[in-house]
């Protein structure tokens, strides 16, 4: 059996090539494999394993005719074109819900960084003046948890599970599936709200929805325009979510008190990104880390596990779990 990985090469040998079955051949590719490479060395390969942002091309699926299944590493699969595999027969799959875990704690750890100021605290510590910060933020007032009303917008796997790891806060918790007509109420300990009156009136809004054609830009002026003034916004699902200009927008005016994002578009983020530019003023306003919410080895070893699992369905001609296209 040929396996053509694309995508970090380390990861992929601790995790992926690990729990492989014996005898599995291997040829590992950047996330944007060129068709001539893949061609010269993967043209036997039934099998590709790619980063959650990587991308194949319908053209380097014609360099691989064999191939049976696509497989994400992680969730996403946006660079995947999903039109071309199912016109070829091919299978693409992607790990739902293995690292709902490790991004809802990584959410929720943005959200108490954000509302105790971690990053201004942060700075006046190491430039001397904590007795002042801690007189001002005293002065100014710092809140627990509890007296948030949370708003999550989207309520898939990893939702549920910051709704579950927030319980013992005792924040409300609210939720929307935007963009959709209607949403069931789920037994969770959250509450579903429309989506306007969510922005409205909840103090932390977090974001837990995938980037495709009808959710990419939507946090644009108009969605910020009806968000709680002061309020605190959370990204950790996907950069292309987000007008990064609106956003920074929104920070100028006060509009939005802080941010934190585990993901900016365009990936990789470059110093020319508009966030990476922002007023000095700006900088412990917002939170970044690199697209890491999801990578923790639990959800590495269970992601692989899954992959594993659906290449021996594929093998013994069973309809792999978690197939993203017919």
Excluded at 30 to 46: C, Q, V
Excluded at 266 to 293: G, Q, T, Y
Aim: aromatic fraction near 6%; glycine fraction near 8%.
């Amino acid at each position: 059996m040929k396996v053509a990985l694309l995508g970090s090469q380390p990861r992929q040998e601790k995790f992926g090539m690990a729990l492989a079955p014996a005898g599995t051949k291997f040829e590992v590719f950047p996330m944007k494999a060129e068709t001539a490479d893949l061609a010269a060395r993967a043209s036997d390969a039934e099998y590709v394993i790619i980063d959650a942002i990587g991308t194949l091309t319908a053209e380097n699926m014609d360099a691989m005719p064999k191939l049976k299944l696509v497989h994400s590493e992680g969730v996403g699969f946006n660079g995947i074109d999903l039109t071309a595999a199912t016109e070829r027969g091919i299978c693409v799959c992607n790990n739902k819900g293995a690292n709902a875990t490790a991004v809802a704690e990584h959410t929720v750890m943005m959200m108490l960084a954000m509302t105790r100021d971690l990053l201004a605290g942060n700075r006046a510590v190491l430039e001397g003046r904590q007795m002042e910060t801690k007189l001002s933020m005293m002065k100014a007032g710092v809140h627990e948890l509890s007296e948030y009303r949370i708003g999550l917008v989207g309520f898939g796997d990893i939702a549920k599970e910051v709704v579950r790891l927030l319980k013992p806060f005792g924040p409300e918790v609210f939720f929307t599936v935007a963009r959709q007509p209607r949403a069931e109420e789920l037994a969770t300990g959250a509450a579903f709200m429309e989506l306007d009156r969510l922005l409205a009136e909840c103090d932390i809004i977090s974001l837990h929805l995938p980037a495709n054609k009808t959710t990419e830009g939507m946090v644009d002026k108009a969605f910020l325009a009806k968000m709680k003034d002061g309020a605190i916004l959370i990204n950790t699902s996907r950069g292309e979510l987000m007008v990064n200009a609106d956003v920074i927008d929104a920070l100028k005016s006060g509009k939005l008190l802080r941010a934190a994002f585990d993901t900016v578009a365009p990936e990789p983020v470059l110093k020319d990104n508009e966030f990476l530019n922002m007023p000095e003023d700006l900088r412990d306003k917002v939170l970044f880390s690199p697209h890491i919410a999801g990578v923790s080895i639990s959800m590495l070893r269970k992601a692989y596990r899954n992959i594993w699992e659906n290449i021996a369905r594929v093998e013994r001609g069973e309809e792999p779990v978690n197939r993203v296209n017919r």
